[in-house]
């Protein structure tokens, strides 16, 4: 097949999915993985889809794509580890503390090693998972309908544990950030669910790569105004940083 069919072919695929990997399509096109490699650096220099790990994304002109868990969890890993390591950081000894979803949510779980006694209610099954064996932790796992290739659970029976629970913190996952608008998620399931973790806590601390920022989702978490502390990394663009901090946000780049 000559270069131009395959890269019509893909064009073509991630329209249809919004998501293509670098294995479904050496097979679907017959060609090697370097062959295809090659032909995704030429599509994302033209700016037809972004690179990820193992494979691509589409890029719409405003509104972003929500891969699954285990596709955006490789994104900007080193970025992600950095918010972490800054918000591990925040939690002290005895705190009650919520852990949203989402992937930069989940690289905090990792790092609670057990060292300070503290309380932690998630609604996420990847860092339940982890933490389940984590000495010194009162571990609640807040129950209800699974988000299939998400790990998160919501509904009314996870909304119904948030109503009866007080939290010192809780650090929230967001998908896009709008200087306007403010923060964002793709599903609506988890909407009531974020808002309510907001509501219980004392402190709201959302982390976010850098990525999400000046991108559009589909529902409204909360206004800028609602969070305490916005933690990215230190690529985002200066002009940015200075507009949320102008809007009364308080921000911490890593």
Do not use: W
């Not at 596709?71 to 890993?77: A, G, N, Q, T």
């Not at 009650?96 to 209610?121: F, H, M, N, P, W």
């Amino acid at each position: 097949m000559l270069k131009e069919q395959r890269m019509n072919e893909i064009t073509d695929e991630i329209k249809k999915r919004g998501i293509v990997s670098v294995d479904d399509l050496t097979k679907s096109l017959d060609a090697s993985r370097s062959t295809i490699h090659r032909d995704l650096l030429d599509l994302e220099a033209l700016n037809m889809l972004k690179c990820i790990r193992g494979g691509a994304v589409a890029i719409t002109p405003k509104t972003s794509y929500e891969p699954p868990f285990d596709v955006r969890k490789d994104c900007f890993l080193d970025e992600k580890e950095r918010i972490a390591a800054a918000a591990f950081k925040l939690i002290q000894e005895n705190e009650t503390i919520i852990l949203d979803s989402g992937t930069t949510v989940y690289e905090l779980s990792k790092l609670i090693k057990g060292s300070q006694r503290l309380y932690i209610a998630t609604n996420d099954l990847k860092s339940a998972m982890t933490l389940s064996s984590v000495q010194n932790i009162d571990l609640m796992v807040l129950g209800g309908t699974l988000r299939q290739s998400h790990y998160s659970i919501h509904g009314v029976f996870t909304e119904n544990m948030l109503s009866q629970i007080h939290a010192d913190k809780v650090f929230l996952g967001v998908d896009a950030v709008d200087l306007n608008i403010g923060f964002m998620n793709f599903s609506v399931d988890e909407i009531n669910t974020k808002r309510l973790m907001i509501k219980a806590s004392h402190q709201v601390i959302v982390l976010c790569d850098h990525s999400k920022i000046e991108s559009v989702a589909f529902a409204n978490i909360c206004p800028l105004e609602d969070v305490h502390l916005f933690i990215t990394g230190k690529e985002i663009g200066k002009d940015i940083l200075r507009q949320l901090e102008e809007r009364g946000l308080n921000v911490m780049t890593v």
